[in-house]
């Protein structure tokens, strides 16, 4: 089990991104949340199998069709425990 914070950025509000996560990590049986951070960037916080967080990680690189990702910042960070992935409001902790 891996875990990856990742921050992403570009055209990547207002694009159907967070719900694009969000079935990329169902279809990669990951869990953990995504959220829009203020300033227009997205937060991933990704936990599942190496190799499957690798492909998910993959697809969130390229993004929805509408969409554009121009920055992806990703960091390993200690497991925590997720038991699903869910889409987060900025004011969700």
Do not use: S, W
């Amino acid at each position: 089990m891996e875990r990856v914070r990742i921050i992403v950025g570009g055209h990547v509000q207002g694009v159907g991104f967070r719900y694009f996560v969000k079935r990329q990590a169902e279809v990669y049986q990951i869990n953990g949340f995504v959220k829009n951070l203020p300033g227009g960037t997205v937060e991933i916080d990704a936990e599942g199998d190496p190799d499957r967080l690798e492909f998910f990680m993959n697809a969130c690189r390229k993004g929805p069709t509408h969409g554009e990702v121009n920055m992806f910042h990703q960091q390993k960070v200690a497991t925590f425990g997720y038991t699903r992935f869910r889409i987060k409001h900025c004011d969700d902790y």
